[in-house]
């Protein structure tokens, strides 16, 4: 045998290695084919949604928070060759900033393209706001409008903490820095201050509905007083146009606002930017589970207790009163 001749045990170390090489090639061609399909069904995705006339339908639905991904949503639609969008709105409210970000970017997509909106189970407090930027609401006999009015709640322990013999002190810049705060009795210069921030808020928001909807001092006073309506109730009360559902919301886009008949209704929602991508997408997933914690430490704090004032500013949402 020549000296110079591999030796049994290298070759098979050599087509050991061969083998493995050719396995994670095929792995490494699989993951990109995986990503070339995922892609292209995201970009097939985006231009069926932006390519062609459509109804866009967007669901405003659980706490508006005017959260960037709505905006943008909103905002793509506006930039789509949609002739027309269609909201679907199923929520008791939100953040009063994010509801009025949320109206104010509807307005700017009604400058450019009809927008009529259809309201689920509810529409009140944050989300009437956001269903006022449409140029028609819908409603079902037994859908729930109105809630306009504000009401900042907090609690305030400072009786108990005096049963318990335990006393807060703070040094403070001014008196009403970090009023109220619920561990010390609450000041009449910080309820008037809490008052006047509550004032503000509700005069704009009877303005807007009073503009959005056309009523006069009287009407508006009829609406205004923090309750709520059925669909069937504010109809003569001016809080919606029509009673009806999507059907009846498309066929007023055609007849009124000359949208084609039978265009493709399509759904406008966020995107995922590991969707379509095996592990990647199951990570996003556990991702998205995780912030629910941050969602659960808002409730446990207030953040969505009530038409209340919070860590996250002004909230305007609809809930059962106690007892009820």
Avoid: C
Wanted: charged share 20%; proline share 4%.
């Amino acid at each position: 045998m020549s000296l110079n001749a591999p030796n049994a045990d290298y070759l098979v170390e050599r087509r050991r290695l061969l083998r493995q090489a050719r396995f994670w090639r095929l792995v490494a061609f699989a993951i990109l084919a995986l990503i070339v399909v995922g892609l292209g069904a995201r970009f097939a995705g985006l231009n069926n949604n932006a390519a062609k006339p459509h109804i866009a339908r967007l669901a405003i639905g659980g706490l508006i928070t005017g959260d960037a991904q709505t905006l943008k949503l909103i905002r793509d639609i506006a930039k789509s060759s949609a002739s027309a969008a269609l909201l679907t709105i199923d929520s008791p409210g939100g953040t009063t900033a994010g509801s009025e970000e949320v109206y104010d970017e509807l307005r700017l997509l009604a400058a450019k393209k009809p927008v009529v909106a259809v309201v689920g189970n509810m529409a009140a407090s944050g989300a009437y706001i956001a269903a006022l930027g449409a140029d028609r609401i819908f409603a079902r006999g037994n859908s729930i409008v109105g809630s306009i009015g504000v009401l900042v709640e907090f609690p305030n322990v400072s009786g108990l903490l005096d049963k318990l013999g335990v006393k807060l002190e703070s040094i403070k810049s001014s008196p009403l820095k970090a009023s109220p705060n619920g561990l010390e009795p609450t000041s009449e210069a910080a309820r008037a201050a809490i008052a006047a921030l509550v004032d503000d808020s509700y005069g704009w928001f009877k303005g807007l509905v009073r503009d959005r909807r056309h009523l006069s001092d009287e009407e508006l006073a009829a609406v205004s007083d923090g309750r709520i309506f059925t669909g069937r109730q504010g109809l003569p009360l001016k809080l919606i146009d029509a009673l009806g559902g999507e059907s009846e919301a498309i066929a007023w886009l055609e007849k009124e606002k000359g949208v084609a008949h039978d265009l493709p209704v399509r759904d406008w929602k966020p995107e995922n930017k590991f969707s379509g991508f095996g592990l990647f997408g199951a990570a996003s997933a556990l991702a998205g589970l995780a912030g629910l914690d941050n969602v659960a430490g808002a409730l446990r704090h207030g953040g969505v207790s009530g038409d209340s004032a919070s860590p996250q500013g002004l909230v305007s949402v609809w809930r059962m009163p106690d007892g009820e």
